[in-house]
């Protein structure tokens, strides 16, 4: 299959267990690790996944702010787009209706990127299935491990921190 493991690794968070702060660090690592531009795709759904992860958690200013520059990167990426599987028209669609949804302050709703790759769509279900979650699954019940993830961590390395003596 002709996608990086990353971007299936993402794509799994996404639609799985809707953790879209470990999209965010499997897309953000594989585009740094491999030189990438800053006008990257993967900068673009980085930025989609980072958006949710906001708009969940209720920063609206935050949603909106890397939902635009989500939707202006990718107005210029169409082919790049449809060369990862997904159908551009209707991801666009969907995250101009989510974009919206923020601008009105209405709750949170999950979206599906959709994929029209068979075999990439395949493999996500699969995967999906075998960590225990329903692909696609628009009734979003994150634990707040996932929906907290990054102020967990920091309080964890603070916590870290305070535990390390040194010698």
């Known amino acids: ?7 299936v ?4 968070h996404f639609h799985g267990d809707r953790d879209y702060f470990e999209c965010h660090e499997v897309l953000e690592e594989h585009w740094k690790d491999n030189g990438m531009a800053r006008d990257s795709i993967w900068v673009g759904l980085i930025q989609i996944a980072v958006s949710f992860y906001h708009y969940r958690r209720g920063n609206i200013k935050g949603s909106l702010k890397l939902m635009d520059k989500a939707l202006h990167l990718l107005s210029y990426k169409e082919e790049e787009v449809l060369a990862l599987g997904i159908n551009y028209g209707h991801l666009i669609g969907k995250l101009k209706r989510s974009r919206a949804r923020m601008n009105q302050k209405m709750s949170y709703k999950p979206i599906n990127i959709p994929i029209n790759h068979p075999l990439l769509l395949t493999v996500c279900k699969n995967q999906c299935a075998l960590n ?5 699954n628009l009734v979003d019940e994150a634990p707040d491990k996932i929906l907290h993830k990054h102020t967990l961590r920091k309080q964890q390395a603070a916590l870290s921190e305070k535990q390390y003596v040194p010698i």
């Not at 299959?1 to 971007?7: K, R």
């Not at 690794?9 to 799994?12: E, G, V």
């Not at 225990?132 to 696609?136: A, I, Q, R, S, V």
């Open 132 to 136: 225990g979650y329903m692909y696609g």
């Open 1 to 7: 299959m002709p996608f990086s493991e990353a971007y």
């Open 9 to 12: 690794a993402f794509l799994i």
